[in-house]
Every structure is written in structure tokens, then in C-alpha cells.
């Protein structure tokens, strides 16, 4: 990792700067590394243990190159840390090279961002977050950071934090939403699966737990309808799904089975079934109701119920 400095700070970098620098790589690669892999870059519970392999990062030394300063790091071969899930076969379409570390995703990363690419799939909402973050560390001591010696790799400075907080800025916030699909594919190792809407277009998600995971096996290659929250590009299309909870979708309305288009601003309220009404419950009840126009009450209400189901074995 080269550091573009000042000619005072020649391997005598002052230890607030160097500390406060270094506190930001290794939640870069991992949120690098889990959005190459998993599709998100953040996710709740403990890790599991191919991520924490992979992104043990390890200081090993450091140099100095003219004015600035190199720092040795070393890290894991993807495809060491991660042997089980390179047995398996069609990922994601960003799966690494195996050959390739943390710091190659993060580098994939930089370069999006640099480029102001608002349709990528190597960054989300929270990832960009992590770059803007960094604006407090660039000045008159560390003017850049480059995640490699050789070549000509991007620079994250300045430039580029304020280029990752304008993209995060413009990316379209979450919403709540429910999807009607076919299970056409599920990896328990990194809790996707996805779905086949009706146009025959794929939308991918992540289960927000491994455990959650195994819920849908009796789903495979049936209908269902995916309770979740949608999140977007900085384009406005969707990136994926983060979902809540799965049921069966069988009759679902045609409604559902659509890419849920961003929405910035709350619709007007109109008049829609409620949970109590006509006697049903769950997915049924909102199979007459526009997607998401729910209050969030009634969502999380819808599923508490579909995660017990799936609890109970319903």
C-alpha cells in the first residue's frame, strides 16, 4: 500500500495520522470482499469463517519510495481462505479469481467509483458510506493511498471520498417490497438465492441469516413471494433484495411479479385491505394491495408471521 506524502513524513508518519488512516482498510476489503462474493457488503450476525480468512489482513513491514511511503501488507488468496465455496459452481457473475485477495475487490471498487460508474454491482449504499468517511483523513500529510505498488492503480484522495458521498447521495434509499417469482437458485454458503419474475428477468437477494437459508430448500423451482427490502443503484434499477422472509407464492397477483421501481418519496395513501379484513391473513391479505403501500407496522407485523412459519415448519 503506497501512501503519497509529504517529504516530512518519510517512514515517520505521526501516529494519530497513520492510526486514523490505517482504521479504514480493513472495513474497505471486507465490504469489498463480501459485495464480490455475497452481493451485499454488510450482513447481520458472526461472520462466517471463509470471510474472516479472507480478510485477515497482516502487517509485515514498510519502505519508503521518494517522498512517500510504502507499507507491506499481507492478506489470503481468496481461493485459499475460501476453498469451499470455489467447489461450487456459478456464484455470482463478480465471483473473484482465486488468485486474487481482498485488496483486488477493493481495488475493482476504486475503480467504480473513480469512473462514477452508477450501475455498478461491486458497491452499495453502505460501502460508498465507508469511502466518504475518508474525507478527514486526506491533507497536508497523506495527499492519497494506493492499494498497490506496481503499475498505475487509482488513488483513493480526496476527490474520490467526495465522489463516493455524491454517489451515495443520489443512490435511491431502501424500501420495503414484496416480490412473486419462481426460486430458480439458492447458495447457503452466502445466503443468495434468486429469483425468475414474470418478464423472465432474474433478481438476485440475500437472506439476512446462514440459518435462514435452509428455509428455502422446499421452495426450489416453485412460486413464492419475497418479503424484504429493495436496494438500489445510484441509477435508480435495483441491486437486490435483502430479504426478511419467504413464502409460498402460489396465486399471487401478477403485480407482484415486477422489478419494484425506486421510490423517493412516500405515495399518497390509498385505500387498501387490511390485515384484519375479509379474515385472511399473511401473504394472502396484500395479494389485492400495491406493493409496499403497507405501513411499516403492518409489514413487520407480515413478517413476524411468515418467520414463524417458517419456525414452526408451516
Same mark, same amino acid.
Given at each position: 500500500m503506497r501512501l503519497q506524502t509529504g517529504p516530512d513524513y518519510r517512514q515517520r508518519l505521526p501516529l494519530d495520522v497513520c492510526g486514523r488512516m490505517l482504521a479504514y482498510i480493513p472495513p474497505l476489503v471486507a465490504g469489498s470482499l463480501r459485495m464480490a462474493i455475497e452481493g451485499a457488503s454488510a450482513a447481520r450476525g458472526r461472520p462466517p469463517a471463509w470471510f474472516q480468512r479472507a480478510s485477515d489482513i497482516r502487517f509485515t513491514g514498510y519502505d519508503k519510495h521518494g517522498d512517500d511511503t510504502l507499507i507491506a501488507l499481507e492478506i489470503p488468496k481468496i481461493g485459499d481462505a475460501a476453498e469451499e465455496l470455489y467447489r461450487q459452481i456459478g456464484l455470482w457473475e463478480t465471483r473473484p479469481n482465486p488468485d486474487d485477495t481482498g485488496f483486488e475487490m477493493l481495488r475493482h471498487v476504486v475503480d467504480e467509483v473513480a469512473a462514477e460508474n452508477d450501475e455498478s454491482s461491486f458497491y452499495d449504499r453502505q460501502l460508498l458510506n465507508r469511502f466518504a468517511k475518508m474525507r478527514t483523513v486526506f491533507g497536508s500529510g497523506i495527499r492519497a493511498i494506493q492499494?498497490?505498488?506496481?503499475?498505475?492503480?487509482?488513488?483513493?484522495n480526496q476527490r474520490l471520498a467526495e465522489t463516493a458521498a455524491r454517489l451515495g447521495t443520489i443512490t435511491p434509499p431502501t424500501r420495503q417490497v414484496r416480490v412473486a417469482g419462481v426460486l430458480d437458485m439458492i447458495r447457503h454458503s452466502t445466503r443468495s438465492f434468486s429469483i425468475r419474475i414474470e418478464s423472465g428477468e432474474e433478481i438476485s437477494g440475500v437472506m439476512e441469516?446462514?440459518?435462514?437459508?435452509?428455509?428455502? /430448500?422446499?421452495?426450489?423451482?416453485? =412460486?413464492?413471494?419475497?418479503l424484504g427490502r429493495a436496494v438500489y443503484r445510484p441509477s435508480g434499477r435495483l441491486l437486490r433484495i435483502d430479504a426478511m422472509g419467504l413464502q409460498d407464492g402460489t396465486?399471487?397477483?401478477? /403485480?407482484?411479479?415486477?422489478?419494484? =421501481?425506486a421510490q423517493t418519496v412516500r405515495p399518497p395513501a390509498v385505500s387498501r385491505m387490511k390485515l384484519s379484513e375479509a379474515g385472511k391473513r399473511g401473504v394472502p391479505a396484500f395479494f389485492d394491495?400495491?406493493?409496499?403501500?403497507e405501513t411499516d407496522a403492518e409489514f413487520e407485523a407480515l413478517v413476524r408471521e411468515v418467520r414463524c412459519g417458517i419456525g414452526s415448519g408451516r
Open positions: 492499494f498497490a505498488d506496481a503499475g498505475n492503480p487509482t488513488a483513493v441469516s446462514t440459518e435462514s437459508v435452509g428455509s428455502l /430448500v422446499g421452495y426450489f423451482g416453485k =412460486p413464492v413471494v419475497v396465486g399471487a397477483a401478477s /403485480v407482484f411479479s415486477k422489478v419494484p =421501481p394491495t400495491w406493493p409496499g403501500d
